[in-house]
């Protein structure tokens, strides 16, 4: 079954720490992978995103996520969070040419300035 | 993203009504969607259109219907509103497949309460 799991549904960090939140798929055949943001109130933005070549992708604000294929994993990361990065974040997996957008659960940040 | 627009914003309806959400886009995608997102659920997929022509149903596609008016517009009706449609609703849009362009864009969202 195609699925994505998002390990942390909450996690509270205080301003400076460095993220780190999993993400783990199930899809069989070559992927699109993706992280979009939800800030309060605010609709889905694009974060990051990898289709191939460099497995280290590089987004907004600092933000860089790492596709390891044997894993099946695409981890979000930051050396260091700022109070605005209190969001819920969601990871999410489509097929190559696929329009089918498989997304996790997401996962509540909160940053304590 | 501002290219990709959605009327009303928040609505409050009573059970039995009918309401039809509505999503722009200026993106000149083909491709448009709806999902719908609920609490620890993340975002499901209602019904997506791959051009005017062509309408399909996504994960949970009951008590919906949706209309492709023109390539630029894309819209929701709850035929009859029950309360478990309460939630906040997305609609997307994406570009040609098996390019950059097939990234999926948002709109801002439209949070519908059915008493």
């Known amino acids: 079954a195609q699925s994505v799991s998002q390990h942390n549904h909450h996690v509270i960090l205080s301003e400076a720490a460095s993220l780190e939140l999993g993400c783990n798929y199930s899809y069989g055949g070559t992927v699109n992978l993706f992280w979009y943001v939800q800030y309060p109130g605010q609709h889905l933005q694009l974060l990051l995103k990898?289709?191939?070549?460099?497995?280290l992708v590089k987004g907004i604000k600092g933000f860089e996520a790492e596709f390891i294929k044997s894993k099946f994993s695409f981890n979000l990361r930051k050396p260091s969070v700022q109070w605005s990065d209190t969001a819920e974040y969601f990871c999410?997996?489509?097929?190559?040419?696929?329009?089918?957008?498989?997304f996790g659960s997401g996962t509540r940040l909160l940053v304590r300035p | 993203d501002a290219d990709v627009t959605q009327t009303p914003r928040n609505r409050i309806t009573k059970t039995g009504k009918r309401i039809m959400l509505e999503c722009s886009q200026t993106?000149?995608?083909?491709?448009m969607y709806w999902y719908r997102q609920d609490p620890g659920l993340g975002l499901q997929l209602i019904y997506y259109s791959f051009d005017v022509k062509d309408i399909n149903k996504g994960e949970i596609s009951d008590g919906y219907s949706v209309s492709r008016q023109a390539q630029a517009k894309f819209s929701l009706s709850l035929e009859s509103a029950i309360p478990n449609q309460t939630a906040l609703y997305f609609c997307a849009t994406s570009g040609t497949p098996g390019t950059d362009q097939e990234t999926q864009y948002f709109g801002p969202g439209t949070r519908l309460l059915v008493l």
């Open positions: 993106k000149g995608h083909d491709r």
């Open positions: 999410a997996v489509s097929g190559h040419s696929s329009y089918k957008l498989i």
């Open positions: 990898y289709f191939s070549g460099d497995p």
